[in-house]
């Protein structure tokens, strides 16, 4: 299974668009946008909207709801715990996710860990793959999800 999700962080300009926010930073950053240094300390709430193909105006099947941690001062990677809240009449449940993304590999694989409704217990892997950077503003993430356990 292939989705996307569409990141649209706060800047202090797009409140009506904005899909997440930096929740805390460090010291003596603003607040509002990411910290330089590979934005090493910040933490990023989201709730993204979720679609089948790669358009943001797309149908939304769902959110992605979570956070992200930037972790590393000297390697732009950050860590991920969100879950895919799927409400369509294809799929109907959550996926969990959770693991390290190191930004600048083209592909990344993270630790599908769980889930409810039609993916209860599932497991499986999630390989991601940035399909679009816009600034600091946007991003959007392909999720190609491989299940290897659902009940």
């Not at 668009?17 to 910040?42: R, V």
């Not at 979570?66 to 895919?84: E, H, M, P, R, W």
């Not at 959770?98 to 409810?116: E, F, Y």
């Given at each position: 299974?292939?989705?996307?999700f569409?990141?649209?962080?706060?800047?202090?300009?797009?409140a009506?668009?904005?899909?997440?926010?930096?929740?805390a930073?460090?010291?003596g950053?603003?607040?509002?946008?990411?910290?330089?240094?590979?934005?090493?300390?910040?933490?990023?709430?989201?709730n993204?909207?979720?679609?089948?193909?790669?358009?943001?105006?797309?149908?939304?099947?769902?959110?992605?709801?979570?956070?992200?941690?930037?972790?590393?001062?000297?390697?732009?990677?950050?860590?991920?715990?969100?879950?895919?809240?799927?409400?369509?009449?294809?799929?109907?449940?959550?996926?969990?996710?959770?693991?390290?993304?190191?930004?600048?590999?083209?592909?990344?694989?993270?630790?599908?860990?769980?889930?409810?409704?039609?993916f209860?217990?599932?497991?499986?892997?999630?390989?991601?793959?940035?399909?679009?950077?816009?600034?600091?503003?946007?991003?959007?993430?392909?999720?190609?999800?491989?299940?290897y356990?659902?009940?």
């Amino acid at each position: 299974m292939v989705l996307y999700f569409h990141d649209v962080i706060f800047n202090g300009k797009n409140a009506k668009n904005a899909t997440s926010s930096i929740i805390a930073s460090p010291e003596g950053a603003n607040g509002t946008i990411l910290s330089g240094q590979d934005h090493f300390g910040d933490l990023v709430v989201f709730n993204d909207p979720i679609t089948i193909d790669n358009n943001l105006h797309s149908e939304r099947i769902g959110r992605a709801q979570g956070i992200y941690a930037y972790d590393n001062k000297d390697v732009f990677t950050a860590g991920l715990a969100f879950s895919f809240v799927l409400n369509s009449t294809d799929y109907m449940g959550t996926i969990n996710f959770a693991g390290a993304d190191p930004l600048m590999n083209k592909t990344r694989d993270i630790s599908v860990i769980g889930g409810t409704g039609d993916f209860f217990m599932t497991r499986g892997v999630a390989t991601l793959m940035t399909d679009a950077l816009e600034g600091e503003v946007y991003f959007r993430l392909r999720v190609d999800i491989k299940l290897y356990e659902c009940w």
